[in-house]
């Protein structure tokens, strides 16, 4: 049974920062990447931060700088370290994994299989 569970989640003021844990179980590991979205009331889906397993990261232009996505590929588990919050980042943030191989977009959430329940992020002014 395919899980993804994200934790870390909370509300911090602008310029602080939040680790967003995500813990999969079900699936090779070493053969899905892993990506972070989020969803903002009133707004769609969107990537923010992906890796392969092989560690090759990917970054929305909008989180450069600020966020940074690792693994631990012993623990099968991701990692968002967020810095330098700003209000435009509160939104519920989600994991999802999908297969490796074939084509697809890192930022697409039509393009995963698998996800994660999500984890609230709310940052204030």
């Known amino acids: 049974q395919v899980q993804l569970v994200e934790s870390g989640g909370g509300s911090v003021q602008a310029g602080g920062s939040l680790r967003l844990s995500c813990a999969t179980s079900g699936y090779t590991y070493s053969s899905y990447y892993t990506g972070w979205f989020r969803q903002a009331p009133g707004k769609a889906r969107e990537g923010v931060a992906g890796?392969?397993?092989?560690?090759?990261?990917y970054y929305a232009d909008s989180v450069k700088g600020r966020f940074t996505i690792s693994q631990d590929n012993a623990e099968n588990t991701v990692y968002l370290q967020m810095n330098s919050l700003k209000p435009e980042d509160t939104a519920m943030y989600y994991c999802?994994?999908?297969?490796?191989?074939?084509?697809?977009?890192?930022?697409?959430?039509?393009?995963?299989?698998?996800w994660g329940q999500g984890t609230q992020v709310t940052v204030s002014s």
């Open positions: 890796i392969r397993p092989g560690g090759v990261t």
């Open positions: 999802a994994a999908r297969p490796t191989r074939g084509i697809w977009s890192p930022f697409n959430p039509g393009d995963f299989n698998y």
